[in-house]
């Protein structure tokens, strides 16, 4: 016999949309329960994004939880370094909105503290076998099991923040989505490194394929190199990734230091739609996937959460359906307008590099428009607003 419980909202997945989404809904004083598979020490320690743009300081302030939960001002400067010779990028910008360094990590580590530790939240990990029954005229339920047995959750509104491999997109009937896929035919190796940014982040364009240096905190970095999708780990061992970087970054004298983490991202960008269906909806990885080129992916299922949530307020505290009702209507332009900066990210730092990639007209064009990134205000400024989420 399953436990049976009722609550206003089920949120499936304890990742950023997931824990975000619950924060504020928590906040306006509406009651949630969070299921999430993974036990809290995983999910504390899941390391990807570093930086919380300027859009999403704004919203967390909107909320009062910025101070709460990110860390401290960003550089504001990109090394669009081109054959190993550094060109300088300054973010600029109309307003004191400032992006802030938070790593993935650690805006999960501190949504767990104020949503769990500080406000009593009910966020249940390692928990399986989630179901969702979501049928035109009955009770939303979602069902899992955990150490106690099966439980039966009773609800108004569902959120699925699981991803893509989740169960949440999974539950949708065939034929109610269609999905739009971009390959862009390569990959990148994603290595974390135990070495600091050491001047600006690097966005590094060459002959030999593209290279990345992000931070991620005080004594470590991400890098990012081009590789083919047929590529494996065991074909990148410690020496030949720091030879490809020093070749790569034009910085012969860089000498290597320890790799913790590696992983191969295949590039693609993948948009669902609608992003709800009876009263389930759909927000972050679980609606979308971004190239990590832009940086955007953490960002808009952050944008979609500050969506999902006015829309549940509304609904649960208002008796207004009519913002849920739009929310795919609501998300998606945004969504698209950040896939096409992806998508201009992706492709110019690639064909801008290796000629024998899309040919010398694609190098060629591509390093048109990052020339004038420097050489033309207007592209400067439009550039600047989609770095800080403005757009
Ligand atoms: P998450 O963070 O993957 O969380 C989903 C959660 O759902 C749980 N789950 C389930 N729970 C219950 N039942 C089930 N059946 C479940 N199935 C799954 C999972 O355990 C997990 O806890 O998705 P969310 O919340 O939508 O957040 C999306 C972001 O994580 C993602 O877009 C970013 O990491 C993308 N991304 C970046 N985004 C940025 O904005 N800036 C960046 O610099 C950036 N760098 C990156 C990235 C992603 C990367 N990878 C790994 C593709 C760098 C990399 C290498």
């Known amino acids: 016999m399953a436990i049976q419980e009722n609550?206003?909202?089920?949120?499936?997945?304890?990742?950023?949309?997931?824990?975000?989404?619950?924060?504020?809904?928590?906040?306006?004083?509406?009651?949630?329960?969070?299921?999430?598979?993974?036990?809290?020490?995983?999910?504390?320690?899941?390391?990807?994004?570093?930086?919380?743009?300027?859009?999403?300081?704004?919203?967390?302030?909107?909320?009062?939880?910025?101070?709460?939960?990110?860390?401290?001002?960003?550089?504001?400067?990109?090394?669009?370094?081109?054959?190993?010779?550094?060109?300088?990028?300054?973010?600029?910008?109309?307003?004191?909105v400032e992006g802030r360094f938070c790593t993935q990590q650690m805006l999960v580590n501190n949504l767990l503290r104020v949503l769990v530790d500080e406000m009593g939240a009910d966020v249940r990990f390692s928990v399986t076998d989630v179901t969702i029954r979501n049928e035109a005229g009955v009770a939303p339920q979602v069902a899992y099991a955990d150490a106690n047995g099966l439980h039966e959750l009773t609800c108004v509104h569902i959120a699925g923040c699981d991803a893509?491999?989740?169960?949440?997109?999974?539950?949708?009937?065939?034929?109610?989505?269609?999905?739009?896929?971009?390959?862009?035919?390569?990959?990148?190796?994603?290595?974390?490194?135990?070495?600091?940014?050491?001047?600006?982040p690097i966005m590094g364009i060459s002959e030999h394929g593209f290279v990345g240096q992000l931070p991620r905190g005080p004594h470590r970095s991400r890098y990012y190199l081009q590789c083919s999708l047929d590529d494996q780990l065991s074909d990148w061992p410690d020496q030949r990734l720091w030879d490809e970087i020093r070749l790569r970054t034009g910085d012969a004298g860089l000498t290597n230091s320890a790799v913790l983490e590696r992983e191969l991202v295949p590039l693609r960008s993948v948009v669902h739609v609608p992003i709800q269906h009876g009263q389930l909806f759909l927000a972050g990885d679980a609606a979308h996937l971004f190239p990590p080129t832009g940086a955007k992916g953490m960002n808009l299922a952050l944008f979609d959460v500050d969506m999902l949530a006015?829309?549940?307020?509304?609904?649960?505290?208002?008796d207004d359906l009519a913002p849920l009702a739009a929310y795919t209507d609501t998300v998606m332009p945004h969504v698209w307008r950040y896939q096409e900066f992806s998508s201009w990210m992706t492709n110019t730092m690639h064909d801008a590099g290796d000629s024998t990639l899309h040919g010398t007209f694609c190098q060629k064009t591509a390093r048109a428009r990052l020339d004038a990134l420097f050489d033309v205000p207007a592209a400067a400024r439009i550039h600047s607003e989609y770095l800080r989420g403005m757009a």
């Open 7 to 96: 609550t206003p909202v089920v949120i499936i997945g304890a990742g950023v949309a997931g824990l975000t989404l619950a924060t504020f809904l928590k906040v306006a004083g509406i009651t949630c329960i969070v299921l999430e598979r993974r036990d809290r020490s995983y999910v504390q320690t899941r390391q990807r994004a570093g930086v919380v743009d300027a859009r999403n300081v704004q919203m967390f302030e909107r909320w009062s939880l910025a101070d709460r939960l990110l860390g401290g001002p960003v550089a504001q400067t990109i090394d669009y370094r081109t054959d190993g010779v550094s060109r300088v990028f300054e973010i600029s910008k109309e307003d004191a």
């Open 164 to 200: 893509d491999r989740g169960v949440s997109r999974a539950s949708i009937p065939a034929g109610i989505l269609t999905t739009i896929i971009h390959d862009f035919g390569y990959a990148w190796l994603a290595a974390l490194v135990e070495a600091p940014v050491a001047a600006h």
């Open 310 to 318: 006015q829309a549940l307020i509304s609904a649960v505290r208002d």
